[in-house]
């Protein structure tokens, strides 16, 4: 009897958590797609082990992993998520996590030739104020070096005599 309490508690969990991935999958997806579209090559190319793939769309999202579609192919591939799940909230972590391996294994040479070091700087600045904030920034420390030139110049000069 407890046995089958518990196995019913299981079914009860594992239907409650297909529900809310599947209330998730579209916003993840349209997320993914619009804002991560490297990411999800890069999950291609690792995870489902298609390195020839040239260009790849999330198009679900169920317990077991992401699901992709591979342009100018007519199947799909389960990228299956590295650990298992819990929650539909677990999948953001894993989704980071899961780009991090899949850059990480796939090479330098990779993350070169697919832009990896220039979105990650976009990511940076979108995540952390913004243009606004990094120009001011940028404009400080340009300011700042300046100064220090005239500075360095004028200290030069008091040296020599001038």
């Known amino acids: 009897f407890f046995f089958q309490k518990c196995e019913k508690a299981r079914l009860d969990m594992s239907a409650e958590l297909a529900v809310s991935v599947a209330k998730a999958s579209p916003r993840i997806c349209n997320h993914m797609n619009a804002d991560h579209a490297d990411s999800v090559l890069a999950y291609v190319h690792y995870f489902?082990?298609?390195?020839?793939?040239?260009?790849?769309?999330?198009?679900?999202?169920?317990?077991?992993?992401?699901?992709?579609?591979?342009?100018?192919?007519?199947?799909?591939?389960?990228?299956?998520?590295?650990?298992?799940?819990?929650?539909a909230k677990d999948i953001r972590k894993l989704a980071v996590s899961?780009?991090?391996?899949?850059?990480?294994?796939?090479?330098?040479?990779?993350?070169?030739?697919?832009?990896?070091?220039?979105e990650a700087a976009k990511h940076v600045v979108k995540h952390t104020g913004g243009a606004k904030v990094w120009g001011a920034a940028m404009a400080g420390l340009v300011t700042a070096g300046v100064g220090l030139l005239v500075v360095r110049g004028r200290s030069r000069m008091i040296r020599r005599g001038c």
């Open 48 to 87: 489902a082990n298609r390195p020839n793939a040239s260009h790849a769309m999330m198009i679900d999202v169920t317990c077991e992993g992401f699901v992709c579609s591979i342009e100018g192919s007519k199947s799909t591939v389960m990228v299956p998520f590295t650990t298992p799940i819990t929650s």
């Open 98 to 118: 899961m780009h991090k391996e899949a850059f990480r294994e796939l090479g330098f040479m990779y993350r070169l030739r697919k832009g990896y070091y220039t």
